[in-house]
């Protein structure tokens, strides 16, 4: 069996896939099996799948029918063989070193998790890097540090940014939880915070994310499917279920959801869509489980201005026509120019 397999789910991405399987045949390591599944593409993506698996043994292709992210990383993880799981997504690449590094830490930290650095690329050009909150090696083994560390940094969500041993992997049926696409990552890591032992962060930046301006969380477009609290709500009975955090941690976690929640209505303001759509967006921010008995229990505060309390507080209260026409002057005054 090799001691690493490499999860990539594909679909659509024929013109970064011959970059992103290169960065896996120049590893410094070579036992590895890399295990591309072809999430019903419509472009050349499955045909290169095919030319790269009849080129070399190690690397798997399996075709499927479209069913999302989610679907697809499971399906890759009840195909992998290896002690190690890593996921590489299709339009990204690894460091030559990456899993090298990754056995060097588990060994010397004796992890059964190894969290990496990540860089942020757009058309060739870094735009940030992110890695361990003390640039050297963090130790975790204790079930609350690592959920403090997931839940409270939305810089370590990413599921590709950890490596964990397959042993751990696969003894939570998240199948209902398919059809959630923002997120789907944390969704997943649960599972790693429940069954691992230790984990350590290591400095090194070992993966590239090629951004994507059009992606669901960065682009300007109504999405129908943007606004939910499903996977916060998994993760708080997670957390409460398990026992994982203490009334502190929670209110800490509070304060950060109640700040994203903030940020996520001031998005409204830049959708291209009429106000009565925008209003219907923030009904169901209101209504959402997650907003009305976790985050609005005890009022707005935490790392907001004047305005964003007083917005925050409008739509606790419902006035969101009132509420929007707040943060619709602030926002104009900010970017010098009309809102519509």
Sequence with gaps: MPEFSILCPVYNVEKYLEDCVRSVLNQTVKDYELILVDD????????????????????????KPNEGLFATRRFALKKAEGDWIVHLDSDDWLEPNTLERIREAS????????IYGLRRVSEGKVIDSTNSPDDSAVVIDDKRSFSRLVFLNGNLNSLCRKAAKRENLGRVDFSPYFHISKGED??????????SNRAV?????????????????????????????????????????NGFFNDEDFE?????????????????????????QKKKWLDEYSDAKFVRE??????????????????????????????????????????GKKII
Excluded at 45 to 50: E, P
Aim: proline residues 3%; positive net charge.
């Design 186 to 195: 944390q969704v997943q890591t649960l599972e790693i915070i429940q069954y």
């Design 40 to 63: 019903g593409s419509t472009d050349s993506s499955a045909s290169i799948c095919d030319r790269y698996a009849s080129e070399y043994p190690f690397i798997k292709v399996f075709h």
């Design 252 to 276: 800490d976690f509070r304060k950060y959801m109640e700040y994203w929640l903030n940020m996520d209505i001031m998005r409204v303001l830049f959708f291209r869509i009429p106000f009565s």
């Design 201 to 241: 962060v290591i400095p090194d930046i070992l993966y590239n994310y090629r951004f994507n301006p059009r992606s669901i969380t960065s682009h300007k477009e109504y999405h129908p499917g943007i606004v939910t609290y499903e996977k916060e709500e998994l993760v708080l009975d997670f957390l409460k279920n």
């Design 107 to 114: 060994k010397k930290y004796d992890a059964d998790c190894v």
């Design 294 to 335: 976790f985050i609005a229990r005890k009022g707005y505060h935490g790392k907001l201005s004047e305005t964003e309390k007083a917005a925050c507080l409008l739509i606790k209260k419902s006035y969101h026509h009132l509420m929007f026409f707040c943060l619709k002057e602030k926002m104009e005054m900010l970017l």
